[in-house]
């Protein structure tokens, strides 16, 4: 079965602070790995992909992500986290042949002042 | 930018009642899915539609729901006879290509409430 775990419901940093939001996937095959944000009642906005190539894919608002093969693991980063990157943070699989997105169960991150 | 356009934004209906939910996905795109949200949580895969017909659904999606893309434009969800488990944000979102390696895009979402 395909799935993808992210172990942490709450993620807190300081501002300024390098920040990392973990996420493991389940997937025969090479998937295609992807992080989404979505801000308090609004919708799910595409951060970056990983589809192949450099393990470290850089994406939206200074965010990357490093895939880790042997780890089956694709980490959230960001160098210096702002206030304004308080949201709810989802990782998703695509399975190789295509189909759904199937997502993680979300992490909250607070940055705090 | 082109976005995901979703209608109502917020709806209350009666237990046993049906419900419409509308999406216009983006112009250009050939593949439309309906995703929920329940109180924050998990985003679950409810169904894809492609070609006019559904491709994949979960076991979410019963008798009680279907789809249909009456139009060029619009992708609808109807839930025949509303639950109070129904209540729950339901997202919209459509591809370029399925096989892609393409990310999805969503719409701000419709909120559900059944009373």
Redesign the interface.
Known sequence: AQSVAQPEDQVNVAEGNPLTVKCTYSVSGNPYLFWYVQYPNRGLQFLLKYITGDNLVKGSYGFEAEFNKSQTSFHLKKPSALVSDSALYFCAVRPPRGGKLIFGQGTELSVKP | EPE?TQTPSHQVTQMGQEVILRCVPISNHLYF?W?RQIL??????LV?FYNNEIS?KSEIFDDQFSVERPDGSNFTLKIRSTKLEDSAMY?C?SGF?????G???????SRLTVL
Do not use: C, P
């Open positions: 995901v899915y995703y924050g949580q998990k985003v679950e895969f894809s994949e997202f979102a290509r399925d096989r892609d390696t990310e999805l895009f969503f719409g701000e979402g």
